[in-house]
């Protein structure tokens, strides 16, 4: 006469098993049946109609690479050296790095209160470019 293997039991000493052998073919037909819908026939499906902004790198941050063309499209039409809008020039390096030293440029730029938003009529500089100028300054605001 054969052995009846009892599957409540383990079969190996300390051993636990993962599943009890009765029963197991619902879960499976479950998870088969469910499987398709977890899939995505392209990445619009997966992301929605906006995917993801890339993030924002601020390790990088040069005042030639990031802050000077950034200045240079959104802020030297008025704070130049013909206007000086404000009594303020962005064209050059040292005159950029004076309104930074004195805490104005980030005051400007972030709408702090007390200072006039910046730019005068135009859309606020998004967080990344925000946070770009930020990190430049932090670092001393060095002419690199």
């Avoid at 802050?67 to 303020?88: E, I």
């Avoid at 135009?122 to 430049?136: Q, T």
């Amino acid at each position: 006469m054969k052995p009846v293997l009892d599957f409540r039991k383990p079969l190996v000493t300390g051993c636990i098993p993962l599943a009890p052998r009765r029963g197991w073919w619902p879960s499976l037909l479950l998870l088969v049946a469910l499987l398709p819908a977890c899939t995505y026939d392209n990445a619009a499906d997966l992301l929605g109609k906006n995917p993801p902004a890339p993030a924002c790198d601020t390790v990088a941050t040069t005042f030639s690479t990031s802050v000077a063309p950034l200045l240079q499209q959104r802020c030297v039409n008025c704070h130049n050296t013909n206007v000086r809008s404000g009594d303020v020039s962005l064209s050059t390096y040292a005159q950029v790095q004076r309104v930074a030293a004195d805490g104005r440029l980030m005051g400007v730029i972030t709408h702090a209160p007390g200072y006039p938003a910046m730019p005068v009529g135009g859309a606020k500089l998004s967080d990344c470019e925000i946070a770009r100028i930020r990190a430049w300054v932090r670092q001393g605001a060095p002419n690199n």
